[in-house]
């Protein structure tokens, strides 16, 4: 680690009150895994909605860490964790209509059911826990 050139960024972000109220954890990402826009050629002409998102979470607190093909080929891997220490109810938004899911353990082996209702999923997160959802549509 100590030979050739390394390169980082260094960054301070000022804010009023709590790290949990001015963001900090999305303004990190922000910093440390931007979002980088990939022209598609050939795709059909047309204009885009101003919006749009495969996936959202209705809680501020919980970040979806990624967003993987299942290693069986069997839909969706959905790995988030919760990052301010509180807990609650927590609801997955997708643009498509899942057909099931269910929380899965670090081998993607089913160990519990989920709620789905038209495109959201919804499951209780306890403070700082980690959960992975294996997501069929």
Known sequence: ADRGAHHFTYSLYPHPGDWRAAGVVREAY???????????DGAAAGALPARWSFLETDADHVVVETV????????????LYEA??????????????????ALVDLFEQEIGAVDVSGNEVTFPIRPFEIKTLRVRF
């Not at 993987?68 to 790995?79: M, Q, T, Y």
């Open 68 to 79: 993987k093909a299942a290693d069986d080929g069997d839909g969706l891997i959905v790995r």
């Open 84 to 101: 301010h220490n509180q807990r609650g109810p927590v609801t997955l938004r997708f643009a498509l209509p899942p057909k099931r899911a």
């Open 30 to 40: 922000a910093l440390n895994a931007p979002l980088h826009v990939a022209r598609r």
